[in-house]
């Protein structure tokens, strides 16, 4: 299209907005608000008739199939997670991260909106409880495989600066170094629990095998633990912790008192300066003797009174060459009595302003120590502290949902059958009502739908939230919203004679908070017309101009069309747009992702992990058409239309059907691609990444194409 026909079209759209800017006269402005519902609004709808992207089309016709598309996303999530753990014990870190990128988040998320709205797999969620149990579980456990991923790869690149050191008569350096691997391997061992943890409680929820999974990791922390015996073995010497208690009876008023020594591996005698000893994880005070022995007392706090044994821990200085042990010795407990008492609190206090309360914690006429305790307002509880040296002090924001009026405070310890008794301090703060203020507003979305938008706030202006407003639209009782972390609401509704102005209105009623009650209304002029009462075109009027539009422009465009060449403006050709190439080296970057995943598949298919290996053959083959046609479209497609849309592309049609068959069986049944078919499947998306490559023979396995 030429200079004259922009001018010619540019002119009809100029004096088309001035027709109708003249016919409809002041359009009504829409909060911006008002179209972020409208948005949200169209989404929900839409995402109703719109398939997910990447389920299998052949099973999942439709999102209304929520059963089925909830076991393809319990599939989909498994197999992220057990192809990380195992891209990790392969030492494939940053793959092993890719795996669980935004995309894993995202089905998570899906995967909850899905059980939540059906009853799916497992039931597990609801719109009253979106933060279910197993999305934690997947999220947990994602969290748990990536920082497990982060730390074998820093105890790798640690271990590699070890040898470093070592070997280069770095002997001071190389022991800070394999301190630091030892303490990398206990993180490691700790995480590997946790993760397992998470997969075990998914195969409870979900009836998925984890199996795979949990040897992957068992396998990686196993390892790590042989590597660090060999650092250990070199670096430092293994410690015994033996103890000898006064008597196995013991409680808060009568300690807990042993005796104990530290013997070393090669019979040295490990430095007592310093001597860290924990039992349960909290330290305690050490007194040390001449002869090589040394003595502590422990008053038991929180331990159940019918626990058989308390852990006892050494760990030694960093700078030594010692490993620190861990030991158990029998224990009967016996409970004292505690008490807690107020000394300090706010006597009055208002809606979020700050509540606080101080005091103390003995037994026995003793000051306890790391005891946690909860406060409670009007008998909720609202925040816990910890006892240190005898004392606590907390500060807590009065919540809304406290009646005003004179209200109970406490402060105790609450569980049951401990050490320590369960105590508590009573006390008393008089809670002040707080005026609030509601703004209400209301505007026509359409010809038939009214938005309402309004928010609760203090008299200072701050937003109140989790209150319900209760509205009306034109006197009669409608629906109840909940105002959000800003206090505000936003909602739709349909007045039945949209013909005439309605009045909406919202009540705060206040009950049972310290809150006043509050009230506003907003009344709109009939659909159709604007604040004044003057009627907007009817859709007729509007049809018809845009019509006229629509036939000027068609009429203008056909008459340059029939314009003689040479009319023509002849500076077109001179603002004609060059091609542009695609950079050389983002087509290298493809090529070494390409290579890489294919050596992933052929080690795979090497230790008969077939399903995996055609996996990555898939990811091979649609890395290569990415970046062999430019685009980046071709991650947002399933496999099968990955395959209508670009098999004209590829020379072996074939090949590219048989990776599309294979991928489908190994991701969305439960049949096992066999070895000769996970092998055939290697070989063709070699030849669809990298069409010049030999055939291979019959008792090989291909190898990935390297770059020169």
Known sequence: MNDVVVRCITVVLVVSFVLLAGVTGAVPAVSTSSTEGLVLAQADNSSENVTPRHQNPDEYS???????????????????????????????????????????????????????????????????EPDSETR??????????????????????????????????????????????ESLTGEIEETSTRAIEQYEFLTEETGSDYTDTIDSIDNTKAAI?????????????????VLDPATERASFENPLRVRGEIRAADDSTPSYDGLNITVEDHPVPVQTYENGTFTFEYRPTVEPVAADSLSVQYTPAIETRYVGTETSIPISLEQTELDVAITEQTS????????SVSGTATAANQSVDELPVTVRLGGEPV??????????????????????????????????????????????????????????EAEWTNQSDIRIDGRLVTTDGVGIEGQSIDLEIDGITGETVSTDEDGA?????????????????????????????????????????????????STPVLVGLGGTVFALAVGLVWWIRRRKPDETDERGD??????????????????????????????????????????NCYTAVRDAQQSILETDHVSALTHW????????NVDDATSLQTVMEAYERAAFTTDSVSRQEAKAVLEAAHRLCFPESVSFEDDSEPAATTDD
């Not at 004179?406 to 008393?428: H, K």
């Open 62 to 128: 439709s999102a209304g199939d929520d059963d089925e598309l909830a076991k393809w996303l319990t599939e989909h999530l498994d197999n992220r997670l057990g192809d990380s753990s195992v891209a990790l014990e392969e030492g494939e870190y940053e793959m092993a991260s890719e795996y669980l990128d935004d995309e894993y988040y995202e089905r998570v998320e899906q995967y909850v909106e899905i059980t939540g709205d059906t009853d799916g797999i497992d039931d597990i969620a609801t719109e009253d």
């Open 136 to 181: 934690s579980a997947y999220l947990t456990a994602a969290e748990e495989q990536d920082t497990l991923t982060s730390l074998v790869g820093q105890y790798n690149e640690t271990k590699s600066e070890y040898e470093t050191a070592r070997d280069g008569s770095e002997p001071e350096r190389a022991h800070d170094l394999a301190r630091e691997l």
């Open 225 to 241: 633990q042989e590597e660090q015996a060999g650092v250990r073995s070199e670096q430092f010497v293994d410690t015994e912790l």
């Open 348 to 355: 009055t206090a208002a809606y979020n302003e700050t509540l």
């Open 383 to 440: 925040g816990t502290t910890t006892v240190e040296n005898g004392s606590f002090s907390k500060q807590i924001a009065v919540p809304a949902t406290v009646p005003d009026g004179d209200q109970p405070v406490s402060v105790s310890f609450e569980p049951t059958d401990r050490a320590l008794s369960t105590a508590t301090a009573n006390g008393s703060v008089t809670i002040e009502e707080t005026a609030t203020e509601l703004d209400l």
């Open 489 to 537: 609401i936003a909602t739709t509704v349909s007045p039945s004679d949209p013909t005439q102005s309605v009045t909406v209105s919202g009540t705060y009623d206040g009950s049972d908070t310290n809150l006043d009650h509050a009230r506003d209304e907003a009344t709109v002029a009939p659909a159709g017309t604007d604040e004044d009462g003057v009627e907007f075109p």
């Open 574 to 615: 001179r603002f004609r747009d060059p091609a542009v190439s695609s950079p050389a080296d983002s087509t290298a970057v493809a090529q070494t992702r390409v290579n890489s995943t294919l050596e992933r598949a052929t080690d795979q298919l090497t230790d008969d992990r077939t399903d995996a290996a055609v996996r």
């Open 641 to 648: 239309e990955f395959y209508h849309r670009y098999r004209a």
